[in-house]
């Protein structure tokens, strides 16, 4: 009997020990706290257990020395399509489309690919989660509102395994006046003004139709009207009405952005401004509004020819200035991995360093609501973790190690085979 229970106490101490580290000797850069230098972390059942410059190992948890090494938050980037987005120009590899202007039942995290070879590439250079958005981010996309984006961890065998949350924003792509388009093979096409306009003009009106439908469809449920029957389309719309979910509105410039806050305030909803390229004078009202923002990518080229060379790479630093939160989104697949580059571009033009790194780890959690759960290092939240050998937003930076949920990932990705296969060559 005494065996078999000091057999059965080995067994437990080595399931412990597969989930479970302490990394010690590591300068600890928890974000929403002071940095702690020589310290050491504690992960226990994914999680952070404790953390501190005295946290001692508990019996059967194996030890990772970081000596000279540092401990970051992984890093969120807050609009990609990665996951349903494999190459661009093969429509059969993407699923960030779909008929139709009003498409809010639908949810990308029910399409997504744990197999895409865009995530462990993404993944090795200390970025554990992403938001994945329909409709192609709303650039070239013909929908309204193209469905549900997710917040999803880029580790797992399925969707359900890797979602944060699988709804974290309605995304809405707000209309704009285009007298000018590019389409393939047509080349660029030209709409006179005032066509485009009346264009213009009808999406206005049926976007406030759809919501106004919406919200009879929200009396009718609450009524417990005899003749109520379910709408998918407007039974989605019942967390975005109640104020519960963002609407995430893709809007570049000034005309679209005011035109999307007083939207929003007739209709009583909650959005987060992405992608947006020519503020103008909108950010007062942004800050006024306490309205958040997803910055687009900082290596760009300015939007009109005669806008300043440094438009894009200043913009960040700008809203830092006007008091707005904001995170980083690349709006990219293949390109999610220069996540890091995009926010250490700005802190050249004019962004705090603590900022930036703010800016693609706690900004973006709380954006989208998990603040509680991953952006940080704090004790209760997810263990998602890199160990880098300097400022995770230098390019010559290595990430070492990292870890999702507690569970250390492997690095190794199409690129790594790829060079050294090549390395090796005869």
């Known amino acids: 009997m005494r065996k078999l229970a000091l057999a059965l106490l080995a067994v437990g101490a080595l399931a412990f020990a597969a989930d479970s580290y302490l990394i010690r000797g590591v300068t600890i850069h928890p974000v929403t706290q002071p940095d702690i230098p020589d310290g050491s972390i504690l992960i226990q059942d994914g999680k952070i257990a404790a953390l501190g410059a005295k946290v001692a190992a508990p019996r059967g948890v194996q030890v990772i020395d970081g000596k000279g090494l540092h401990a970051y938050p992984g890093m969120i980037d807050?609009?990609?399509?990665?996951?349903?987005?494999?190459?661009?120009?093969?429509?059969?590899?993407?699923?960030?489309?779909?008929?139709?202007?009003?498409?809010?039942?639908?949810?990308?995290?029910?399409?997504?690919?744990?197999?895409?070879?865009?995530?462990?590439?993404?993944?090795?250079?200390?970025?554990?989660?992403?938001?994945?958005?329909?409709?192609?981010?709303?650039?070239?996309?013909?929908?309204?509102?193209?469905?549900?984006?997710?917040?999803?961890?880029?580790?797992?065998?399925?969707?359900?395994?890797?979602?944060?949350?699988?709804?974290?924003?309605?995304?809405?792509?707000?209309?704009?006046?285009?007298?000018?388009?590019?389409?393939?093979?047509?080349?660029?096409?030209?709409?006179?003004?005032?066509?485009?306009?009346?264009?213009?003009?009808?999406?206005?009106?049926?976007?406030?139709?759809?919501?106004?439908?919406?919200?009879?469809?929200?009396?009718?449920?609450?009524?417990?009207?005899?003749?109520?029957?379910?709408?998918?389309?407007?039974?989605?719309?019942?967390?975005?009405?109640?104020?519960?979910?963002?609407?995430?509105?893709?809007?570049?410039r000034e005309r679209a952005i005011r035109e999307a806050i007083a939207f929003a305030d007739k209709q009583k909803i909650r959005i987060v401004l992405a992608g947006i390229r020519e503020p103008g004078k909108s950010l007062a009202d942004l800050k006024a509004k306490n309205i958040p923002v997803i910055a687009g990518p900082t290596l760009d080229l300015p939007l009109e020819e005669d806008d300043s060379y440094d438009a894009a790479f200043s913009f960040p630093g700008e809203l830092y200035k006007a008091g707005i939160q904001f995170a980083f989104g690349t709006f990219n697949t293949a390109f999610s991995r220069n996540l890091p580059y995009q926010a250490a571009a700005a802190v050249a033009f004019g962004l705090p360093r603590e900022e930036a790194i703010k800016a693609v780890t706690i900004n973006a959690a709380r954006i989208w609501g998990a603040g509680d759960l991953i952006g940080s290092l704090e004790k209760g939240k997810w263990a998602d973790v890199m160990l880098t050998d300097g400022d995770p937003l230098e390019a010559r930076t290595q990430v070492k190690r990292v870890w999702i949920r507690g569970k250390e990932v492997d690095l190794s990705n199409k690129q790594t085979r790829l060079y050294e296969k090549y390395l090796n060559r005869p």
Do not use: C
Request: glycine share 10%.
């Open 78 to 252: 807050s609009a990609t399509e990665i996951g349903v987005s494999e190459v661009g120009s093969v429509r059969e590899t993407n699923d960030t489309g779909e008929l139709g202007d009003f498409n809010p039942q639908l949810r990308i995290g029910i399409a997504f690919n744990p197999a895409s070879e865009h995530i462990p590439v993404t993944r090795a250079n200390g970025i554990t989660s992403v938001i994945t958005m329909p409709g192609g981010g709303g650039r070239g996309s013909t929908g309204v509102i193209t469905g549900q984006a997710a917040l999803m961890h880029l580790d797992g065998w399925t969707p359900e395994d890797m979602a944060v949350s699988r709804s974290a924003a309605m995304q809405m792509v707000f209309p704009i006046i285009r007298t000018s388009n590019f389409r393939f093979p047509e080349g660029l096409t030209h709409t006179p003004y005032a066509e485009a306009k009346r264009a213009y003009d009808k999406r206005l009106r049926e976007m406030s139709e759809f919501f106004e439908q919406a919200r009879r469809y929200q009396q009718a449920k609450a009524a417990h009207d005899p003749g109520f029957k379910e709408n998918l389309k407007y039974e989605a719309m019942l967390p975005v009405l109640e104020g519960k979910l963002p609407v995430m509105v893709i809007a570049e």
